[in-house]
């Protein structure tokens, strides 16, 4: 039992924020409308180790990628080391 007036913190334990959307374009030119910006696979794949959540869809079609853009990073990292 906590002292009276103690209060726990919940952020920690979870997580109240969206993920990040990501919009792929022609081309597969990722496009963050967050913050305005173009990112790489490389930048996508800095977020999966930050444990940050993402989902990408396909711009033009509105259809959930994520999958598919995952197996890439995937692909390069083994392709690359």
Request: no cysteine.
């Amino acid at each position: 039992m906590l002292p009276r007036g103690e209060m726990i913190e919940f952020d920690a334990m979870t997580k109240s924020e969206a993920p990040v959307t990501i919009k792929r374009y022609a081309e597969r030119r990722l496009y963050r409308p967050g913050t305005g910006t173009y990112v790489t696979l490389g930048d996508l794949a800095a977020m999966v180790e930050d444990e940050e959540d993402f989902v990408v869809y396909d711009a033009k079609t509105g259809s959930d990628i994520t999958g598919s853009v995952l197996k890439q990073i995937i692909v390069e990292r083994a392709h690359h080391g």
